[in-house]
């Protein structure tokens, strides 16, 4: 156990530094995302709908919007983790390894989830402060997002299947999911 943890922290140390070494890369995404963030929230404050918004828990598009936002994203969360692994020219030399495939596969994706969860930290606390954002936590929501977490990562399941059956540099399931991402965006 100890031994699967240092080899978790190893990978995460390498991501991060590796992610951090390229600069103009951080400093143009994060411009970005205070773009996007900024534009999603003049927008769904601009758009009035006549629809009976209230039966979903929000008072507001701007909070129906941006709460289907945060949920999109941390339900897309494990889509490319395992595929990502299986294409990449270290698998066979991480397979040879003696460390164990579950303590590779979460210290390669280690760096990806935190980062991203750090991410959506900081959009929700800028939704909160800026937005008037209002979160209701129930039951319901955590499981719609627990099933569709649950989903995305067993539909990449089946696509690293098809990766490895073909040996393509595309499937046809993140295809489509980046596709269906890109729509919710």
Do not use: C
Request: proline content about 2%.
């Amino acid at each position: 156990m100890r031994d699967g943890l240092r080899i978790v922290h190893e990978f995460f140390e390498v991501q991060r530094e590796v992610f951090f070494s390229y600069r103009w890369d951080v400093v143009s995404y994060l411009i970005g995302l205070l773009i996007q963030v900024a534009v999603m929230g003049i927008f769904a404050s601009l758009v009035t709908i006549n629809a009976n918004i209230e039966q979903y828990g929000t008072d507001s598009f701007l909070q129906f919007f941006l709460i289907g936002f945060i949920v999109h994203n941390i339900i897309f969360l494990p889509r490319g983790s395992l595929s990502k692994l299986l294409i990449g020219r270290s698998f066979p030399m991480l397979y040879a390894s003696p460390a164990g495939m579950v303590a590779i596969f979460v210290g390669i994706n280690a760096w990806n989830v935190i980062r991203s969860l750090m991410i959506m930290g900081l959009i929700t606390a800028v939704f909160v402060l800026f937005y008037g954002l209002v979160i209701h936590i129930n039951l319901g929501a955590l499981l719609v997002i627990l099933a569709g977490f649950t989903l995305t990562f067993a539909l990449e399941l089946f696509s690293a299947g098809f990766r490895a059956a073909t040996k393509a540099r595309q499937d046809p399931i993140n295809w489509s999911m980046v596709t269906i991402n890109s729509w919710g965006r």
